[in-house]
């Protein structure tokens, strides 16, 4: 079975400080694992993906995530935050091999970005 | 541009009646999904379709009904029978070969019953 726990459901944070969202992931076999942003009223968009190759993930936007299986973790950090940064997150988890589709959503980590 | 594009972008409802939310690909992408997403629950997967003529039902199908006659198109029906249909709904489409899973959505259309 997969879960994916995210820890923080409301994070805030200075522009300029760094960001960490965490999430946690349990599944039986190798999994995928994404993190997907979503603006107010808009759909998701690919931030960055870890499908087996190097465990330290870069994306767009500056995000990077780092995929640590011992401790079944995948936070998503960025070194300095930007007011544009505001949005919801989501972790995301997928087993290799699953029906295509079949991702398992967290329960979403709001980031507020304060001037 | 290529994208997916979800109408209506807000829909209110009156309680027994049915709804069709609108959801067209111009991506040339073999599955298609539709979603809800309630506030602090994370997105759940309503129906799913690999391939045209063929759907299956996700986590919490009960109360919609889908069809995909073309490739790039599958509505969603909100029936009466859900109990509970006001929502936040997203449509999303992936290569049918991609085996990493990246899905691409739409902006979502949001529905109220009154």
């Known amino acids: 079975a997969q879960s994916v726990t995210q820890l923080d459901s409301h994070v805030s944070v200075s522009e300029g400080t760094p960001v960490l969202l965490r999430c946690n992931y349990s599944s039986s076999y190798s999994p995928s694992l994404f993190w997907y942003v979503q603006h107010p009223n808009k759909g998701l968009q690919l931030l960055l993906k870890?499908?087996?190759?190097?465990?330290l993930v870069k994306g767009i936007n500056g995000f990077e995530a780092e995929f640590k299986k011992s401790e079944t973790s995948f936070h998503l950090t960025k070194p300095s935050a930007h007011m544009s940064d505001a949005a919801e997150y989501f972790c995301v988890v997928k087993e290799r091999g699953s029906t295509l589709g079949r991702l398992y959503f967290g329960r979403g980590t709001q980031l507020t970005v304060w001037p | 541009d290529g994208g997916i594009t979800q109408s209506p972008k807000y829909l209110f409802r009156k309680e027994g009646q049915n709804v069709t939310l609108s959801c067209e690909q111009n991506?040339?992408?073999?599955?298609m999904y539709w979603y809800r997403q309630d506030p602090g629950q994370g997105l759940r997967l309503i129906y799913y379709?690999?391939?045209?003529?063929?759907?299956q039902k996700g986590d919490i199908a009960e109360g919609y009904s889908v069809s995909r006659e073309k490739k790039e198109s599958f509505p969603l029906t909100v029936t009466s029978a859900q109990k509970n249909p006001t929502a936040f709904y997203l449509c999303?489409?992936?290569?049918?070969?991609?085996?990493?899973?990246?899905?691409?959505f739409g902006e979502g259309s949001r529905l109220t019953v009154l």
């Open positions: 870890y499908t087996s190759a190097a465990t």
């Open positions: 379709s690999q391939i045209v003529n063929d759907f």
């Open positions: 991506l040339n992408h073999d599955a």
């Open positions: 999303a489409s992936s290569t049918a070969g991609e085996r990493t899973g990246e899905l691409f």
